[in-house]
């Protein structure tokens, strides 16, 4: 079984920056890769970024590119996600998931993983 947290949600201004982390407190993601994935009340939930398991791929939306920057380090555990510039339509609940293939990549699609965080609320103001 897999546990991850996700923690660092909060309040910002528009053009703020947040730093969200998320950490497996059960189970390992050393080995697999790693996505981030935001939903609003009434609607899908939405692919953010992924990261391979050593972390030299990534792959982000067209929305957030250059905008926000995923991480990882595998001896924590944990993965990161660092938001700058961000805009009242970022706000969201925010998870992270673990893919379900072992050392393969994931797609954007929901159904490739299998792990979710609780979510953390983002919420930009403008």
Known sequence: ????????????QAG???RLSCAASEGTISSYAMGWFRQTPGKE???????????GITN????????????????KN????QMNGLKPEDTAVY??????YYVGG?????????????GTQVTISS
């Open 95 to 100: 998870y992270c998931a673990r893919c379900r």
């Open 16 to 18: 703020g920056s947040l």
């Open 60 to 75: 982000y939306a067209d929305s957030v590119k250059g905008r926000f920057t995923i991480s990882r380090d595998n001896a």
């Open 106 to 118: 994931c797609s954007s699609s929901t159904r490739e993983y299998v792990y979710w965080g609780q």
């Open 78 to 81: 944990t993965v990161y996600l």
């Open 45 to 55: 939930r939405e692919f953010v970024v992924g990261i391979s398991v050593s972390g």
């Open 1 to 12: 079984q897999v546990q991850l947290v996700e923690s660092g949600g909060g309040l910002v």
